[in-house]
Antibody, heavy 126, light 107 residues
């Protein structure tokens, strides 16, 4: 059974840092692209970042570029999101999700986020 | 960025109703569109990808169609467990984007 379990969320002051982790199990982690998606009631679902199976290809949304860093450890079946320079607007539930397909060639590889974790809440407030 | 709009934003329906939700992209995205279902306090669940391919284990009452800029998600006969919010997502161009969601509730 595919399982994705996020951790690391919490309350942090503006300008602070937080590191989220996602523990994967039940599938061959090193074969899959992974991504982070966040959600707020006001803005809905927002894609944050994706990383290819080997870590070679990394993509970020404009709102987090330069502040967030995605990484993975295939030996530990783990995905991380280092978040620096946090803003009130970063407050959200953060989900990790597995991506089936190659984000470089989605028209030919049937891209989709087929499994999601339960989410971890990040609150940025003074 | 490609914008996805969904209509309606909410709808009220009864068990057994046929429900159709539309998703429109601001530019052509071929068929690289997925649909998700989300219930309160839970993560989204994949229903359909490539606009019309049913994800493993999803009931056949769900179907999707469309290509280019206009897409639809249809539930042929609404069941009690289908009351939820539905989102579309495009994978054609970065940044990946989601629609704002359509909430389906009890009439």
């Amino acid at each position: 059974e595919v399982q994705l379990v996020e951790s690391g969320g919490g309350l942090v002051k503006p300008g602070g840092s937080l590191r989220l982790s996602c523990a994967a199990s039940g599938f061959e982690f090193s074969r899959f692209t992974m991504n982070w998606v966040r959600q707020t009631p006001e803005k809905g679902l927002e894609w944050v970042s994706s990383i290819s199976n080997s870590g070679t290809y990394i993509y970020y949304g404009d709102s987090v570029k330069g502040r967030f860093t995605i990484s993975r450890d295939n030996a530990k079946n783990s995905l991380d999101l280092q978040m620096n320079g946090l803003r009130v607007a970063d407050t959200a539930v953060y989900y990790c999700a597995r991506i089936e397909g190659d984000l470089r060639y989605c028209r030919g590889t049937s891209c989709r986020s087929d499994y999601w974790g339960q989410g971890t809440l990040v609150t940025v407030s003074s | 960025a490609i914008q996805l709009t969904q209509s309606p934003s909410s709808l009220s329906a009864s068990v057994g109703d046929r429900v159709t939700i539309t998703c429109r992209a601001s530019q052509g995205i071929s068929s690289v569109l997925a649909w998700y279902q989300q219930k309160p306090g839970k993560a989204p669940k994949l229903l359909i990808y490539d606009a019309s391919t049913l994800h493993t284990g999803v009931p056949s009452r769900f179907s999707g169609s469309g290509s280019g800029t206009d897409f639809t998600l249809t539930i042929s006969s609404l069941q009690p467990e289908d009351f939820a919010t539905y989102f579309c997502q495009q994978f054609d161009t970065f940044p990946l984007t989601f629609g704002p969601g359509t909430k389906v509730d009890f009439k």
